[in-house]
C-alpha cells in the first residue's frame, strides 16, 4: 500500500556504512583478530563469545520453490542483482492480519548454547553497488522505534519487567550510534553466514537495517503483549517470502548479541545479555510459529500477471494484476510487491479494490523520484509481465459488527484503500454513512476523481468532496474540521506520512477518540523500502 514500508524490516535513511568504507571508522576492526577456521568458537569483536540463541519449534518450508512450480521472472539484464527474496519491508511491524488459526505459544529457552561460526577479518562484508535510491518514505511506519499500527498501538505497559529494563538501557545505549551497530550487525551476518547473504537484496542501502530496526522494536515492546505478538507474527509470515527459514533465526540472534555487546559495551554484562537472549528467543519463536502456521495454509508469495496498466496521470498507474492461486485479503489491507527488474526490493502497495469474483487485484502507483520499484511499474511494466506479491497486511479494515458511519481521509495516491473501503461497506448491503475527503496537490492530481464520482453518484449514503491543497493553503485535516461533527465515526487515514500524522491530531481534537482512528503504521510507510 505505501511506497515504501515494511516489516521486520525498518528502513534506515543514512547512506549505506557497511564497513568497507571509510566512513565506518574502526567499527568494525575486530578487537581480538578471530581465526577463521571452520568449527572454531566463534567470537565477538571485542573478543566475547557471541550468545547462542535457539528458537523451538516448527521449521518453515523452503520458500525457494514456488508452490505451482512455475518459473520464477527472469531479471533484468541490466540488473546486476542475483534473484531471490527477502526483505522487508513493511516490515514491518506489520499491521495485525486478520489471519484465523491457531498459533503455538512461544517457548522461552533460558540457556545459551555453544556458539557458533568464527568473525573472519573478512574484507567487504558487501560490496558497494550503487544503492537503490530510497521510495518515499513516511514518517515511517513502522519501525524506528517501530510502533505496532494504528489503532492497536497501544501504550507500552506501564511497569516494565527486569528483562525489558536491561533490554531498554542497551537501547539507551546504541540509539545514538544506531547507523554503526546496523552496519556491524550486517557486517557480521554476512560474514559468519555468506549463505544468509542471498536473502537480502544486492544493493542495501535503503533497506539494509529493517530486519535489525524490527527487532530491536520488538524488543523494546516485549512486555506489550498483544501488541507485539500481532506484529512478530505478521513478520514471522511475511518473511516466509525472502526465503527466511527457522534455522536462521539463532544466526540473526547471535549477530544482534554481537553487535549489541559491542555498542552497548559501557553497561553490558551477563545480566544484560542474559536478558537479550530470552528476549530475542521469544521474538523469534512467536516469528517462526507464525511462519509455520502460515505455511500451512498460504503460499510463501504469490506470482501474478499484470493484465492492465492504466497510466492516469505521467507518474500515476492503476495496475492490475491477476495472481497465480486465489489470494484471499480484506479491504483496506496492502500487500508487498517485487518486479521482476528489482529482486528482493518489495514494496507496499494497497489493495484498490475490495477482494473481487474474477480474484484481479489493482494497485495505485506512483512512481517517485529514486523509487526503483515504483518508477518500474509506473514506466516500464506492461500486460503480461510478471511480478510477485507477498501475503497481505494491515489492520485497516472496516469493522462490521457496528453500524458507525466512516470519515475516510485519502491524500494522493492514499485513496487506493478508501475505495476498497467504500467497495466493502456497499457489498456488504450496508447503509452506513460514509464520508470521503480525497486530497490532492492540484487538480491534476487527482487522478480517481471520476471513480469516486461514480461511486458517490450509485450510493447515496457516501459523500465525496476533493480538497485541492494549492500550496499548502488548505491541508487535508484542515478540510475535515470544517465540517463534522464526527464523534459518532470511524476514521480511516491513508496518505503520506504527514498527512497521517496531522490527520490523527487534528481528529483526535475534534473528539474522535484514538481506538476508532484507523491507519497503516506510519513507519511502515516510512520505510519506504518494501
Ligand atoms: N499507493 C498506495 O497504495 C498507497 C500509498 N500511500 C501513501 O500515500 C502517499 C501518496 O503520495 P502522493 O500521492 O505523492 O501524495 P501528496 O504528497 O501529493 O499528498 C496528498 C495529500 O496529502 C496532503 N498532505 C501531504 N503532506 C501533508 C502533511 N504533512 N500534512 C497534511 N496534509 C498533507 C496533501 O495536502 C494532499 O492533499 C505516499 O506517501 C504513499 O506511501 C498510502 C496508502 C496506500
Known sequence: MLEARHTMDAPTTTSADNGTSGGGGDWFTPRTKPTATPGNEPGTPDGRRPAVIRPVGRQTADPGTPADGTTAPPASPTDSASTGARDQERESPDDAIPVPGPIAAPS?????????????????????????????????????????????????????????????RAMAEVTPVADKVTSYFYALLFVRHPDLRSLFPAAMDTQRDRLLRALLTAAEHIDNTDVLVDYLQNLGRGHRKYGTRAEHYPAVGECLIGALSKYAAGVWDEEMEAAWIRTYTTISQIMIDAAAADELRAPPWWYAEIVTHDL???????????????????????????????????????????????GLLSFHVKAVPAGWVSNALVHRARPGDIVRLGPPAGSMTVDHTTDSGLLCLGGGTGIAPIKALIEDVAEHGERRTVEVFYGARTDHDLYDIDTMLRLQQSHPWLSVRAIIDQQAHQQLPDAVRAYGPWNEYDAYLSGPPGMIRSGVDALRDIGIPSERIRHDSVEELVAAGS
Open 108 to 168: 522461552v529457552p533460558s540457556s545459551a548454547g555453544p556458539a557458533p561460526t568464527t568473525l573472519t577479518p573478512a574484507p567487504a562484508p558487501f560490496s558497494s553497488t550503487t544503492a537503490p535510491p530510497a521510495e518515499p518514505r513516511v514518517p515511517p511506519q513502522r519501525p524506528a522505534p517501530v510502533s505496532p499500527p494504528g489503532p492497536a498501538a497501544a501504550a507500552p505497559a506501564t511497569e516494565a519487567s527486569p528483562d525489558a529494563v536491561l533490554v531498554r
Open 312 to 358: 492516469r496521470t505521467p507518474d500515476v498507474a492503476v495496475v492490475t494484476v491477476r495472481p497465480d492461486q486465489p489470494y484471499p485479503f480484506l479491504a483496506g489491507q496492502y500487500t508487498s510487491l517485487e518486479t521482476p527488474w528489482w529482486p528482493r526490493i518489495w514494496r507496499h502497495y494497497s489493495f484498490a479494490s475490495a477482494p473481487r469474483s474474477d
